[in-house]
């Protein structure tokens, strides 16, 4: 006696290949459906000035900025005395973009670099 796939017939086979075939071809169009008014929600939130978003489960990818971490805070830092919180206010209002999560502590580690910037006291950094 056949055991597993070799105890099916052949037709039934054939029928679930087909069925999962059919199946595959509705997702598709409710798919298209979906993306047909997804896109016409983003051109109705761009008509009252809103962005819309690119379509991706995640928000945007990783930003792009001019100037490294490093030579923004030390732009920043020049002839100044700031915290660590107080350094990454100002490169950003500064400009500079960012996304991560850890940008603390991204912060705190160019702040490390002893050619760029002094440690004044515990928390406090300035550019040389």
């Known amino acids: 006696?056949?055991?597993?796939?070799?105890?099916?017939?052949?037709?039934?086979?054939?029928?679930?290949?087909?069925?999962?075939?059919?199946r595959a071809a509705n997702l598709q169009s409710e798919r298209n459906r979906l993306l047909r008014r997804l896109q016409s929600l983003?051109?109705?939130?761009?008509?009252?000035g809103g962005v819309a978003a690119s379509g991706r489960a995640r928000s945007g990818g990783r930003a792009r900025?001019?100037?490294?971490?490093?030579?923004?805070?030390?732009?920043?830092?020049?002839?100044?005395?700031?915290?660590?919180?107080?350094?990454?206010?100002?490169?950003?209002?500064?400009?500079?973009?960012?996304n991560a999560a850890s940008f603390r502590i991204?912060?705190?580690?160019a702040l490390g670099d002893k050619k760029v910037f002094t440690r004044v006291e515990r928390g406090v950094y300035t550019a040389k």
């Open 1 to 22: 006696m056949p055991t597993g796939l070799a105890a099916i017939p052949p037709a039934a086979i054939l029928r679930e290949i087909e069925r999962r075939r059919a």
């Open 42 to 48: 983003d051109a109705r939130m761009a008509a009252y």
């Open 65 to 98: 900025n001019a100037v490294s971490l490093k030579d923004a805070l030390a732009a920043a830092l020049k002839g100044k005395r700031m915290s660590i919180a107080e350094g990454m206010e100002a490169v950003r209002r500064a400009g500079y973009r960012t």
């Open 106 to 109: 991204m912060v705190t580690i």
